[in-house]
């Protein structure tokens, strides 16, 4: 894995570092570090004054854009005003994962408490596919419907927008993702800062933010704050930058689920074992929450995650997020079935090894976890990648990329293969016929190969800088805790260390993580004589060891009032001036324990590690804690 430091201008990092000394209310503690730590990181996330510093690490309300900065917004919100005073039929025609689910909780709520009612419709994945149907359009208009508001969906529905046109239905699309080079369609309005000509700050919202903002506008001043929460969780699922607009949402949303009042946001939170003594974190979010709703719509129904917060009895509210967690334990097992037959495709096609992007097809894969299973091909073999499942005759698709390759671009080469496709830089779906499904493989691996070189696929690790393991403290922790929430664009800030003492034997947890007992390097330590151990040596060998019979009492003694560790009291002996250098950190290497393993790594070496910092909450064995992203070893 190649170590890439991000480089900013030093004298930046002082002059930003001197203005939050000073700033009121940010309170960085007595070390003068931690100032020039905080600096360095928001100046790598383009916050270059005190005062954008402050509104980035605490974010409110009134950081919101106005609504109707994005083109269309006027219009839309006109007539969907004019829908709910004429009691008109509206009806939401959503998408089946999280994002799209969520938008329409939030647009739902946002006309029902403005007076007006609105049904919905979410496809399902396996029968409809993506995107808007004309049939549900037809069905639609005969029931009386004037109205059709689309969300996280819609923005390459031309055939759809025609079609609504045709039966006298007016059509509002909001959607996230990016237009085609045919430009969007002939709606009443379009809601997307991606489109030609919108001027809107933040071009990187979600469906479910772009949802927000109508129902925002919709509602002025009345705005619940109940629908930051559920933004927060499409936001964070969606996997799209946590900056701008995102922020803010994220930040007061996590916050405001620590006072979680829904019976079903409720009821999933406890499913997920997410304490309310504190706001979740993203990570949670991304891991624990978004995978139980993204559940209904990969093997089922969609329908159930907008019961789930719409259903008001407890009883019933836990029913739904237990149904979901089964679902989502099924979703597990079927990708860990895909993943298997994968690994031994790799095994057994060299083709496939050699590929620059990789074309991977099944018969009868389920096409709710392919997408998933594409991003997991990525983390493994280091490729793009797109995964297909075969069904009487048609390929359906998804893909996920490395940072050096557009997906959509290399798409957008090939379209006359497909039948539909659309998505992102790094993400896509697309379904074209099996039939050519081969020219598609060659098609793509021949692109990529114009295009990457053997280094693109090296896997990269950014750091954050270099940090020796004594200025890891309570006071850096409580610092970097406000850069939270971490996600796309806001990544949790990694650092490496150099040369860290390893005190004790490794762990093997499980029989593939580990467990290390770290501290800092130690400064000037003399080298050991022929016959002589190093104080590092001493304390890192056990006396049950065969080793350590053979050190003194007066030996151990001596490096231990050197090194000053630890006293049997929990305080610290006070002989030595560099006390913090001999606190020992625990840190979990995940994943790692075949690599250690064959490093060979013991008790007394050095490490060159990057990490990024953590708090375990037990009460009895808690503290702050190392999370290993690689390690190098040191001869």
Request: aromatic residues 6%.
């Amino acid at each position: 894995m190649q170590w890439l430091t991000k480089s900013v201008q030093q004298d930046q990092v002082e002059s930003l570092a001197q203005s939050l000394r000073t700033a009121p209310g940010l309170s960085l503690g007595r070390d003068p570090r931690l100032a020039s730590t905080l600096a360095r990181l928001l100046l790598m996330r383009g916050i270059q004054d005190v005062d954008s510093a402050q509104r980035y690490l605490a974010p409110s309300l009134s950081d919101l854009h106005s609504p109707y900065r994005m083109a269309g917004m006027k219009a839309a919100v006109e007539r969907l005003d004019a829908a709910i005073e004429r009691k008109e039929g509206i009806l939401i025609y959503g998408d089946y994962d999280v994002d799209g689910t969520t938008a329409i909780v939030i647009l739902k709520t946002a006309i029902e408490l403005s007076g007006g009612e609105a049904d919905f419709h979410v496809p399902h994945r396996i029968r409809e596919g993506y995107g808007m149907k004309d049939d549900v359009i037809e069905r639609a208009a005969a029931a009386g419907i004037g109205l059709i508001i689309s969300v996280d969906t819609g923005i390459r529905a031309f055939t759809a927008a025609e079609t609504a046109a045709r039966l006298g239905v007016d059509l509002i699309v909001t959607d996230h993702h990016l237009p085609g080079s045919e430009g969007v369609p002939a709606a009443l309005s379009v809601l997307n800062p991606n489109q030609p000509g919108c001027e809107y700050p933040c071009k990187a919202l979600c469906g479910a933010g772009v949802a927000f903002k109508l129902a925002q506008a919709l509602m002025e001043k009345r705005l619940p704050m109940s629908f930051m929460k559920v933004v927060a969780i499409a936001t964070i699922a969606d996997a799209v930058p946590l900056s701008g607009e995102n922020r803010v949402f994220t930040k007061l949303g996590l916050d405001a689920l620590r006072r979680a009042v829904n019976p079903g946001l409720k009821a999933l939170l406890e499913l997920a074992q997410i304490p309310a003594t504190r706001p979740p974190t993203s990570g949670e979010i991304a891991f624990r929450i978004a995978p139980r709703l993204n559940a209904a719509g990969r093997m089922d129904v969609a329908r159930d995650v907008i019961e789930l917060f719409s259903v008001k009895d407890p009883v019933r509210a836990r029913e739904i997020a237990g149904r979901l967690d089964q679902l989502n334990a099924e979703r597990q097992e079927e990708e860990r079935r895909i993943l298997l037959a994968i690994d031994t495709r790799f095994e057994q096609e060299p083709d496939l090894r050699n590929a620059h992007c990789v074309v991977i097809d099944g018969d009868g894969w389920h096409r709710g976890v392919i997408g998933i299973t594409a991003t997991r091909v990525v983390e493994r073999y280091g490729r793009p990648t797109l995964v297909l499942s075969h069904d009487n005759g048609e390929a359906h698709g998804s893909g996920r990329s490395i940072r050096a390759f557009h997906l959509l671009d290399a798409l957008e080469s090939c379209r006359e293969l497909f039948t539909r496709y659309g998505g992102h830089a790094h993400a896509v779906g697309f379904s074209l016929p099996s039939a050519r499904v081969p020219e598609l493989r060659a098609h793509l691996d021949a692109y990529a190969r114009q295009r990457l070189t053997a280094a693109d696929f090296e896997p990269l690790l950014d750091l954050d800088g270099e940090l020796d393991l004594e200025e890891v403290t309570p006071d850096l922790f409580q610092a970097l805790e406000r850069l939270e929430p971490f996600g796309h664009g806001n990544p949790e800030p990694v650092f490496s260390a150099r040369a860290v003492r390893l005190m004790a034997p490794p762990r093997v947890l499980k029989d593939k993580h580990v467990k290390l007992k770290l501290a800092a390097a130690i400064a000037a330590v003399p080298e050991p004589g022929p016959a002589q151990l190093s104080e590092v040596a001493i304390l890192a060998t056990p006396r049950c060891h065969s080793d350590g019979t053979e050190i003194s009492r007066n030996d151990r003694r001596s490096a231990t009032t050197e090194i000053g560790p630890k006293t049997g009291s929990g305080g610290l002996r006070t002989e030595s001036p560099n006390w913090r250098r001999n606190i020992t950190f625990d840190a979990l290497g995940w994943h790692m324990a075949e690599r250690l393993q064959a490093a060979k790594c013991l008790a007394g070496d050095t490490l060159d590690i990057a990490f990024t910092i953590g708090h375990n909450d037990h009460p009895e064995y808690g503290g702050l804690e190392l999370s290993l992203r690689d390690f190098r070893t040191r001869s």
